[in-house]
């Protein structure tokens, strides 16, 4: 009973008896080659045969393969821990009970008596109120990850769809702050789930097809004596491992996506018509501040937005467009940081993205609202900050072969108040 009860509620699981043996044996494979190697040549001073490279290689590639082992032994087993709480902020049901204020184990007393029982009474109410919001939370956020699993091809996809607005509906039709919350972490939850998704989806596409360059870490490992030998054996790991990671991403994509017959980029456009779709609801339900956070660490996502396909790009750049706009709303408290990672992140894909070559992505209207968004917000930023941002436009601005979002403006005031703090 204990056992059944632990492993929902956080307890690690052991990593099973087939990886451990697996691990063991790749430990006792690599040290006795590591014995028989460091052996076999402290005496023998001569030079290398092609034999001792390869199973010295072969030892490294062993030791490197155990750590990796490890790793995923320490993933698997730290993924049986308990589901997230939806940011509610709360513990959870077992532990609530167990550390009851009104158990005995918790006090050290008896039941209160029957003067306290309005309070217990009251207390009751609002434990109650809490379950009932942490449901329709875990409800609502089920319904929207569904939605990105289901094909959009198929006829349950519009049902989900109007399930989801259903619920986010009638909750806001009630007009509870508690129901409106609901609303908001679900949303949000699902804003950092397919932004994830996404991610993943693009990196896949993009995954390099043996373009194996040399980094400057092997540049400089190569300047240091016998420094070439080293560099090649660190290239062929890399490469080794590359390809395990690729084949691994692509194998676990799919398997979560629970669909083998899309491919990654419809895929890709899907999960971002549908990202499109989770913020267009956020602004309807004010849920923004985690949605501008969340937007302003995706700098992977930002990378791979470049290359990604006219129609992804366009869900993406509408995205951004709509979270701009909201940076200079007076009754949102974004920190300054916030603004200043989108900006920095983001002003690029407007550069680069192919703005209506096959459909008008924004207006002429809303280009220029979102232009003067972006030179309000970084006329508000210290002069060191609007240079990094300036910079950044400026540099792909000038090799891109669309003209917005035109900055010049703001360069020029930037470039004027510089020159004023030159001349006091």
Not at 189 to 202: E, G, P
Request: net charge neutral.
């Amino acid at each position: 009973m204990a056992t059944d009860l632990d492993r929902p509620y956080g307890c690690t699981a052991k990593p099973s008896s087939l990886l451990n043996s697996i691990f063991m044996s790749i430990v006792n494979m690599a040290g006795k080659m590591l014995v028989s190697t460091s052996s076999s040549k402290a005496e023998n001073t001569e030079k290398w045969k092609l034999t001792d490279h390869l199973r010295f290689m072969v030892m490294l590639i062993s030791w490197l393969m155990l750590w990796v082992l490890r790793f995923f032994m320490d993933l698997f087993s730290c993924s049986m821990i308990s589901p997230p709480d939806y940011h509610l902020g709360g513990s959870s049901t077992v532990r609530r009970f167990q550390l009851s204020p009104y158990s005995s184990s918790a006090t050290g007393e008896a039941l209160p008596s029957s003067g306290s029982s309005l309070d217990l009474i009251l207390r009751n109410r609002v434990d109650v109120d809490g379950l009932a919001v942490k449901a329709l939370v875990k409800a609502l956020t089920h319904v929207l990850a569904l939605l990105n699993e289901i094909p959009a091809s198929s006829r349950k996809y519009q049902y989900t769809m109007a399930m989801a607005d259903q619920i986010m509906e009638d909750n806001a039709r009630h007009g509870h702050s508690a129901l409106l919350h609901v609303n908001r972490l679900a949303l949000a939850s699902s804003f950092t789930r397919i932004s994830a998704l996404l991610y993943r989806c693009l990196q896949v596409q993009t995954s390099p097809s043996g373009d194996y360059g040399d980094s400057w870490h092997l540049r400089a490992i190569k300047a240091i004596p016998f420094g070439s030998c080293i560099a090649s054996y660190m290239k062929a790991i890399t490469m080794c491992l590359n390809a395990a990671f690729s084949w691994f991403d692509t194998a676990t994509t799919r398997f979560q996506r629970r669909d083998y017959n899309v491919e990654p980029d419809m895929m890709a456009e899907k999960l971002a018509q549908e990202l499109l779709w989770v913020t267009n609801k956020l602004r309807c339900y004010g849920g923004f501040n985690e949605a501008l956070v969340q937007w302003s660490l995706a700098s992977g996502l930002a990378s791979l937005s470049l290359n990604a396909s006219p129609r992804v790009q366009g869900s993406v750049v509408k995205i951004s467009a709509f979270l701009f706009r909201e940076l200079t709303r007076k009754d949102l408290e974004i920190p300054r940081q916030v603004k200043f990672r989108l900006l920095v992140l983001w002003t690029p894909l407007f550069c680069h993205a192919s703005n209506g070559h096959a459909y008008p992505i924004l207006t002429s209207f809303q280009k220029a609202e979102i232009e003067r968004a972006m030179d309000e917000v970084i006329s508000n930023f210290p002069a060191m900050e609007q240079e990094l941002i300036l910079t950044t436009w400026l540099e792909n601005y000038a090799v891109s072969v669309s003209d917005w979002p035109n900055l010049g403006l703001a360069y020029d005031r930037w470039c004027q108040s510089t020159r004023e703090m030159v001349h006091h």
